[in-house]
């Protein structure tokens, strides 16, 4: 099975890793009303989103209790991003607020609509490298994260994203994997 990295166009780090590890790398970004899917290797795909994103959107909305923050564009891409993904790995910040996940920045969405779309697991396959405490932790069923001392390394279709600023120990942690 060939490791597939998907990514936005602005999470450089992740796509130099895969690069560098000779995986096959999706970049999602978007248009006035449509998102573009480029193969690195060449092919590039375009859809208009698939109608099932509102609902994905509904639900993340219910757990996150506010509304997106940005474009709709933006999240039509993020659906698609995540929709035939196994995996999600990401550097980002921990924020206490009414978000089950207290994470901060619009990668949260991401990250709910990921776990929507997967159901009840035990552990999910969701992994982030914390910019304040310099650790990897993984999200259990109660939506908790637990400290891990690194995650597996990618398989099969995984997302790589990055809040902002990343820090150059991150970037370190992304090139390990």
Known sequence: MSTTLLCRESDSEWINHAMK???IVKIYSYGKNFVMIKNLKGSTDITKGSPSFKNALMKA?????VDYPGDTMDLIRDY????DATSLYFTGYFEIDKSRLHIKGRETW??????E???SLPLYPVYMFSEQMFCWSQLNSEFK???ISHPPRPTGLYIGISSE????TAKLEISLL
Request: aromatic fraction near 8%; glycine fraction near 4%; include cysteine.
């Open 21 to 23: 590890n000779l995986n």
């Open 61 to 65: 909305c219910n757990n996150i209790q």
């Open 80 to 83: 698609e991003l995540i929709k």
């Open 110 to 115: 991401i990250i709910e609509m990921f776990v």
């Open 117 to 119: 779309k997967l159901g």
């Open 145 to 147: 994260w637990l400290h």
């Open 165 to 168: 600023p990343i820090s150059t």
